[in-house]
């Protein structure tokens, strides 16, 4: 469905020191600078796919969503989506995709959200039929029945949020890339969002692309992540995977009757003691966790243990670490 080839995309900036001489210089002379936001990016998604695009602020996430959605023109390669090239046949293309910017808005600011609604329907000559059913299904599970009939201005972040979403599906799109859809939200929204975009992938099978900072999307969205730094694509690969090669630490949690020193193992290091609790990480390449438990239980009279696996932040920063991005 999917299927990016070598793009590349650099940007002119231009340079500019502080101070009024040089604002003057820059009046007569302006120095510039090529930032590659894209350096040879290639990669494959399959429908039905959620897939998470991630990495640090400057990697090149939103180019290259800009340029698969056909508003940026590559310099170099080939990107081809549903057998259209997006920048050359967007009339056509846009009819298959919504797009959400966490950071722009597709909704008209001073009129009520379902008009807004009413407007897409039309731009993208959706039938009837077709958009009253779209639309009972949007306003069930982003939970919309309440603000439909208010201004977008008077929305909070989370509400506004969730209709972008909803304006975004109405013409019943087969892609959906999602560009950090859930900045600034609070839990409850959040949970909303997470919800909503695995039914219509399990009901629709809507191919999802999410670019996100919040590794509890990845987690609980995405079996596949790709990584991205400085231009250039670093990681393409299932989550297990990449838990299976970073996440080599665990976090044993232990309650006991009484003990007033830390008990050494190789292996393992004390986060926490005090007489009746203890938190230990476990480096699983050095020893096994049940090793670990079996050894703590000679020692101390156990009342409860718990095992927990590395947090996927932490995975990522190591990755990050990896990569020297």
């Given amino acids: 469905m999917i299927k990016v080839e070598g793009i590349n995309k650099s940007f002119k900036v231009a340079k500019r020191t502080t101070g009024l001489a040089a604002g003057l210089k820059a009046l007569i002379h302006r120095e510039h600078k090529i930032v590659h936001a894209l350096n040879d990016v290639s990669f494959t998604i399959n429908p039905g796919e959620i897939v998470g695009y991630i990495g640090p602020n400057g990697a090149g996430k939103s180019t290259t969503i800009k340029v698969m959605s056909g508003i940026l023109v590559p310099d170099s390669g080939s990107c081809e989506i549903m057998g259209y090239t997006p920048w050359m046949d967007r009339v056509e293309y846009v009819k298959n995709i919504g797009v959400v910017f966490g950071q722009r808005s597709q909704l008209w600011w001073d009129v009520p959200v379902i008009d807004s609604f009413a407007l897409l329907k039309d731009i993208y000559q959706v039938p009837d039929t077709e958009y009253n059913d779209t639309l ?24 506004r949020m969730r209709c972008e979403i909803a304006a975004s599906l109405i013409h019943n799109p087969q892609i959906l890339f999602l560009d950090e859809p859930t900045i600034g939200l609070d839990a409850v929204s959040k949970i909303a969002v997470r919800n909503f975009i695995k039914k219509i992938n399990k009901q629709k099978n809507v191919t999802v692309i999410l670019t996100t900072h919040d590794m ?8 596949r992540v790709i990584l991205i730094g400085k231009g250039s694509l670093l990681y393409d690969g299932n989550l297990q995977e990449l838990r299976s090669r970073f996440g080599s630490h665990r976090t044993i949690t232990l309650d006991y009757k009484s003990s007033t020193s830390p008990i050494q193992i190789p292996g393992t290091t004390p986060i926490s003691w005090t007489e009746e609790r203890a938190i230990i990480s476990v480096d699983t390449t050095i ?31 190591q990755l990050y670490k990896e990569y020297e991005i």
């Fill in 136 to 159: 009972s299904l949007l306003i069930e599970t982003l939970e919309l029945k309440d603000i439909l009939h208010s201004p977008v201005r008077q929305l909070s972040l989370g509400q």
């Fill in 216 to 223: 509890f999307d990845i987690e609980a969205l995405c079996d």
């Fill in 287 to 317: 020893v096994s966790v049940s090793e670990v438990i079996m050894k703590l239980s000679h020692s101390l009279d156990l009342v409860d243990i718990s095992v927990t696996s590395q947090p996927i932040e932490d995975i990522i920063v």
